[in-house]
């Protein structure tokens, strides 16, 4: 049964992102939010807007029960959890098939089997996808070394239940690995209250890719190409493109295909994220894992394709065919979105809420702004610190980095601090144009000696 | 917050609303902010003086919430609170205090369906009056007003969803 109101249980720019495809598409929409975020252009954009709890949101966003209550008192017949929050917790999509809510994401089930790397990996190679050379847990040091031995250094330890770059920690040698350990588990077990750890081969030259999927919860999985999302910091992305164009398209034919092996064995519903570690010097791909949702950087695959993934996630829900076959789908021209944080790429990413005092975003050909930001906005302190997200399409990569430099030029943004002078820069670097680039270039190459650049201050 | 150098804006009633809650979820004793000409401080100690101010300050003290609060804790929250953010009816004299919504949830006003009320309009209450029961995902919480006076409004209607700070009822301090 279509959705006829839909309730988005998340906040910012998705929130709005969401709240726009469920209009053009008919859909009565109810906004759950914190006291923090009663006002702005997400509230402004929905039929109705409840108050679930206090800024906090472990009181807000993060509690479950508290959002299926609101979603069944205000008559919704589905929810979005968007991204983040409690969207990749088994216990929301629970509650509302228990409620006879349409949970906009996967099986429950699903989550949870993804959720936990090593089922997720068990899953991978069950349906024949390959991985990174790796081990089961590792209990004790002594096994740890001796698997280290066996794969070669270097090796890179991680938490079962992490994710994020959490309890996660490289070992070039016997030495770091004993030191490294201890700390991993300890971490492990602090931040995820489970201390198992696994270990796996440590590729050198890394670039990180990953499929778009949406899948029809019955086997049918349809794939909307890759992107490339290789600039990173502390394994959280900075910059998304796709096509990944640096993969030669055999390569790239293998990567779809492994991704859509790996859905319709799970059965997968809903819209979805194969990510993989594409090794270089290899020229090979290893499954590292599925999100289970839809991803901040969706919008680079919906310019390339032309195809709007929130609508599929909500034709999805509501049981209707999406009206596509892989032929439909065909990617063209070069998308790339940066993320634009309000923190201080100058001094160590230091978070910058406060308000936005002057806002006048750029406009042009092939130019998208996904943001609940506008002129007067006040980025509130309690949540993550992204704002908006700056999106280009061009005809080629190179037209894409020229028109997104002369975008984040014409930005006219002041109040708080963000990243967008380091996106720039990035944007800018012949490594980056030739294309050359892997998940530690930003960190080794860019980083060091970038604050030294920070213009005078506009005191 | 903002940076020294950035002029400083006119500070809304919802800016100090996020302070007070940001000051509430964290375990500090007190918070002093000054941006330009608005000043705030906030503590838990009702007798507390800003550092170095005039006895004419502005000081907000922090609502009774968690610490001063002796009730169990599935029944802690709710005390009247600042955060509230509508303002009451005109008709609502400004001595009168608004007990509001700790959450979102079904509003109730007896323990179970036929039974009497927690309160009535006039009914004098403690502290520790249960006045209403709020309800999420069939987990009842009972909601103790936090003051002592006489219930002269009550808000919201048996069974109605009520959201975060919406009053439900107006109680004249004794």
Redesign the interface.
Known sequence: MPIRRLFVANRGEIALRILRSARAMGIETVLGVSAADREGAGPDAADRVVVLGPAPSAQSYLDARLIVHAARATGCDALHPGYGFLSEKPELARLCEEEGIAFVGPRPETIEALGDKMSARAMAIAAGVPTVPGTDHIADIASARKAAADLGYPVVMKASAGGGGRGMFKAATEAELDASFERASREAQAAFGDNRLYMERFVEAARHVEVQIVGDGEGGVLHFGERDCSVQRRYQKLIEEAPASAMPDALRARLHEAAIRICAHARYRNAGTVEFLYDVARQDIYFIEVNSRIQVEHPVSEEITGIDLIACQLKVAGGEALGLTQADIRPSGHAIEVRINAEDPFADFRPSPGRITGWEPPRGPGVRLDSHARAGYLVPPFYDSMIGKLIVHGHDRAQAIDRLLQAIAAFRLEGPRTTLPLAARILDHPDFRANTITTRWLEDRVLPGFAATAPAADA | ???????P?PV?P??I??LV??F??SDWDEMHLQVGDFEIFLSNDPKAMPPGATPAAAAIAAPAAAPANPAPAAAAAGAPTP?A?AAAPEDVPAHWQAVTA?????FYRAPKPGAEPYCEVGQQVTEDTELCLI???K?FTALRGGINGTVRRICVKDGE?V????PLFYIEPA
Request: aromatic content about 4%; glycine content about 6%.
């Open positions: 917050m903002n940076s020294p150098e950035n002029a804006k809304k919802e800016d609303e996020a809650e940001v509430q979820a955060a953010p700790p959450n979102l949830g079904t309800e999420v995902m987990l969803m959201e975060y700070g919406q």
